[in-house]
């Protein structure tokens, strides 16, 4: 079974600056997806980023980046110049390559709330 | 715009009751799951359904039990309702393809007295 592991339950940025949120996780499969989902106080769960195994390149969406590194089961995501829309949980998830029969679901980790600081 | 509405956005119920949280769908999607939040813990998956009528247990199935009739609806039930069920219940759906991400509803946060 895979596991996803977030070691910061709580992180604060400066408003502008740019904060790394860390992510890890275990699986035996060489192909799947990876996914940063946010979180804020509205409780809709909104798709950050998404990156596919098999590419190489780190996936970006306009002022988040991930880095991801297969060989370390690392998937860290970078917010640049933050802003305070920014303030939710964050949860990092895992998601096997083969999509059938339900397999499309997803395993996360524990979450990170970050907050920022005007 | 791809829509996941859950029937009540907050629940207050009794132990012992039989609970019923609704999940529609408009996408015409195959899959539905249901995930249960709790803090320090994320979210784990209670069930999940592929195709109507047809149903998967997920990680932390036990007390809980699912339906899903029509291909819009996925329904999770609690047969009997305890303390310890209370929590934030989220209902998410997804196409049947390889890079499709998962869509939310609102949550249910429920409570259970």
């Known amino acids: 079974a895979q596991t996803v592991t977030q070691s910061q339950p709580e992180m604060s940025v400066q408003e502008a600056e740019t904060v790394t949120l860390s992510c890890t996780y275990d699986?035996?499969?060489?192909?799947?997806?990876l996914f940063w989902y946010k979180q804020p106080p509205s409780r809709q769960m909104i798709l950050v980023i998404r990156?596919?195994?098999?590419?190489?390149q780190n996936a970006t969406e306009n002022r988040f980046s991930v880095n991801f590194q297969k060989a370390a089961k690392s998937f860290s995501l970078k917010i640049s110049d933050s802003q305070l829309g920014d303030a939710a949980m964050y949860f990092c998830?895992?998601?096997?390559?083969?999509?059938?029969?339900?397999?499309?679901?997803?395993?996360f980790g524990t979450g990170t709330r970050l907050t920022i600081i005007p | 715009d791809v829509k996941v509405t859950q029937s009540s956005r907050y629940l207050v119920k009794r132990t012992g009751e039989k609970v019923f949280l609704e999940c529609v769908q408009d996408?015409?999607?195959?899959?539905m799951f249901w995930y249960r939040q709790d803090p320090g813990l994320g979210l784990r998956l209670i069930y999940f359904?592929?195709?109507?009528?047809?149903?998967e247990k997920g990680d932390i199935p036990e007390g809980y039990s699912v339906s899903r009739e029509k291909k819009e609806r996925f329904s999770l039930i609690l047969e009997s309702a305890s303390t310890n069920q209370t929590s934030m219940y989220l209902c998410?759906?997804?196409?049947?393809?390889?890079?499709?991400?998962?869509?939310f509803g609102d949550g249910t946060r429920l409570s259970i007295l």
């Open positions: 990156q596919e195994a098999y590419k190489q």
């Open positions: 998830a895992y998601r096997s390559l083969i999509s059938n029969f339900g397999n499309e679901k997803l395993t």
């Open positions: 359904s592929y195709d109507v009528k047809m149903k």
């Open positions: 998410a759906s997804t196409p049947v393809s390889s890079n499709q991400p998962q869509h």
């Open positions: 699986t035996s499969e060489s192909d799947y997806y």
């Open positions: 996408m015409d999607h195959e899959n």
